[in-house]
T-cell receptor, first 115, second 112 residues
């Protein structure tokens, strides 16, 4: 079974631009979560989607948004990029969002650099 | 609110020696605990999880973790370290209806 895929793997943008990152979950998984990883802040939760609905949201400004499609694929968007948005963005999928025992499986990440 | 502490930023172990990476947690209700490993420029790989039952959980690559409810700990262990075990290790907890919360990570270096 194929793992979680994320595209693109690397992105370079300039301040003020916007960016869209894509995530395809493991086949059969319906929940997708997004995380931002930086050396200073570690792994921070962005949001979680299940059945096209946002179920949980972290403490990020409104410039960060996401959505999930009917095939469970998810996208996240960051508008008006700032230098501090440079990070590794990780997507994780799990079977459901309701079973606390479900394991999240991570993709390889998208490395975003903002210049 | 739930939280995870990994008290050691860096752990160095000689190849062949046993290794331990420490994790303590705080959560209301029953804890569901996870260990992940991250290699350079890669995503996180799932190692093992504790849900209920046996306090000693066995996972991938020869790793195991011991759940201790009274000490609220979930330390990761391996009897004999390999150089290839060098990586960044994350402990995570999920409780109640909250999201998965990660510790700050421990960089494990195995010295040949």
């Amino acid at each position: 079974k194929a793992g979680v895929t994320q595209t693109p793997r690397y992105l370079i943008k300039t301040r003020g631009q916007q960016v869209t990152l894509s995530c395809s979950p493991i086949s059969g998984h319906r929940s997708v979560s997004w995380y931002q990883q930086t050396p200073g802040q570690g792994l921070q939760f962005l949001f979680e989607y299940f059945s096209e609905t946002q179920r949980n949201k972290g403490n990020f400004p409104g410039r960060f948004s996401g959505r999930q499609f009917s095939n469970s694929r998810s996208e996240m968007n960051v508008s008006t990029l700032e230098l501090g948005d440079s990070a590794l963005y990780l997507c994780a999928s799990s079977l459901t969002a309701t079973h606390r025992t479900d394991t999240q499986y991570f993709g390889p990440g998208t490395r975003l650099t903002v210049l | 609110a739930q939280s995870v502490a990994q008290p050691e930023d860096q752990v160095n172990v000689a190849e062949g020696n046993p290794l331990t990476v420490k994790c303590t947690y705080s959560v209301s209700g029953n804890p569901y605990l996870f260990w992940y490993v991250q290699y350079p420029n890669r995503g996180l790989q799932f190692l093992l999880k504790y849900i209920t039952g046996d306090n000693l959980v066995k996972g991938s690559y020869g790793f195991e973790a011991e759940f201790n409810k009274s000490q609220t700990s979930f330390h990761l262990k391996k009897p004999s370290a390999l150089v290839s075990d060098s990586a960044l290790y994350f402990c995570a907890v999920k409780g109640g209806n909250e999201k998965l919360t990660f510790g700050t990570g421990t960089r494990l270096t195995i010295i040949p």
